[in-house]
């Protein structure tokens, strides 16, 4: 994958892309990192799609490699951000793929920008609003921690050390402030919500209430935690496909 940085609104956003299109007539796949992490744990799920379509992994503002605003952006900001990066790309619609915090980013931006939403796979899609506090959160994630692969603490520490305690704060505290599930009815297009089996952080009860709600939602159950995106990257690249070609 080859790495591009991109001018958006004042933000200078970093992005790995796919370096040839996956074949013509194919939609192109977008994906959203979580909270304080970056476009770097989502590489084994993009090299896998890059085989069959055009995929590109950004940076939101703020984190990995992409410029740091004074303050985090809240999520109408985000979204319009990607909306903006996706223009400078020329990418008209696309399927957006997103982890946790990264889907409700995706959520906000099929509210605000629906037109350019062709499908959204939200993978691990936060906050469950049985656990909406700080000291929940915190005790979830670390119930999640020996579930992941031992390579990722590597890669998300250093990603956390990239965006910076305050940035971190201020994110998650708009993550917990932030409603999805008052979001996602008003989606009309296709959405596919997944959820890891072991994943400690997004319920199951919680995924099959939210999936309920969507008017064109499917739940699919994985292998893996709450980021199969790295963990498991071919069969959660598998189960992206299946719902891309579903189309």
Known sequence: ???????????????????????????????????????????????????????????????????????????????????????????????????????QVIAEFGLRHPDRLERAVLQGPTMDRYARTAVREFARFALDLPRERVPEYFLNAYDYWRTGLHRGWETFQIALKDRIEDKLPRLEMPVLLVRGQHDPIVSQRWVKELTATIPNGRLIITRGAHTPNFSEPDAFAGVVRSFVRAA
């Open 1 to 103: 994958m080859t790495h591009v940085r991109t001018p958006v609104y004042g933000h200078t956003l970093f992005s790995r892309q796919s370096i040839a299109p996956g074949g013509t007539g194919r939609p192109t796949v977008v994906l959203v990192h979580g909270l304080g992490t970056s476009s770097l744990y989502m590489v084994p799920t993009a090299v896998r799609l890059a085989r069959d379509y055009r995929v590109l992994a950004l940076d939101l503002p703020g984190f990995g490699h992409s410029s740091k605003p004074p303050h985090a952006l809240p999520l109408p900001a985000l979204a319009d951000v990607l909306a903006g990066w996706m223009s400078q790309m020329a990418i008209d619609r696309a399927v957006l793929v997103g982890n946790s915090f990264g889907c």
